[in-house]
Nanobody, 120 residues
Framework: QVQLVESGGGLVQPGGSLRLSCAAS????????MGWYRQAPGKQRELVAR???????NYAESVKGRCTISRDNAKNTMDLQMNSLKPEDAAVYYC??????????????WGQGTQVTVSS
């Protein structure tokens, strides 16, 4: 089996920074695209940033210039550096990855989520 685990969330003041991390483990053969998504209460889940195997990135317009997504293919990890945080960034942040398991099947996996609260 495969699992994704997020960490790094917490309470931060407006203008502050957080670094979120995602670690994939289990019967992994290959990891393709990975990304961060977020969901605030009463709102739909939305894309924050996504990164390909080769390092190509896409960002939501609302976070461009403030967030940087990265990955370490050797460690099966992915990070999201978040700077200049705003109250509207508050949400549960989820790690997502398209992973081929050792049985040869590819699925989209989600982590359990990590809470980011932006408040003074």
């Amino acid at each position: 089996q495969v699992q994704l685990v997020e960490s790094g969330g917490g309470l931060v003041q407006p203008g502050g920074s957080l670094r979120l991390s995602c670690a994939a483990s289990g019967n992994i053969l290959s990891i393709y695209g990975m990304g961060w998504y977020r969901q605030a209460p009463g709102k739909q889940r939305e894309l924050v940033a996504r990164i390909s195997v080769g390092g190509s990135t896409n960002y939501a317009e609302s976070v461009k210039g403030r967030c940087t997504i990265s990955r370490d293919n050797a460690k099966n990890t992915m990070d999201l550096q978040m700077n200049s945080l705003k109250p509207e960034d508050a949400a549960v942040y989820y790690c997502n990855a398209d992973i081929q398991n050792t049985g040869g099947a590819t699925y989209s996996y989600w982590g359990q989520g990590t809470q980011v609260t932006v408040s003074s």
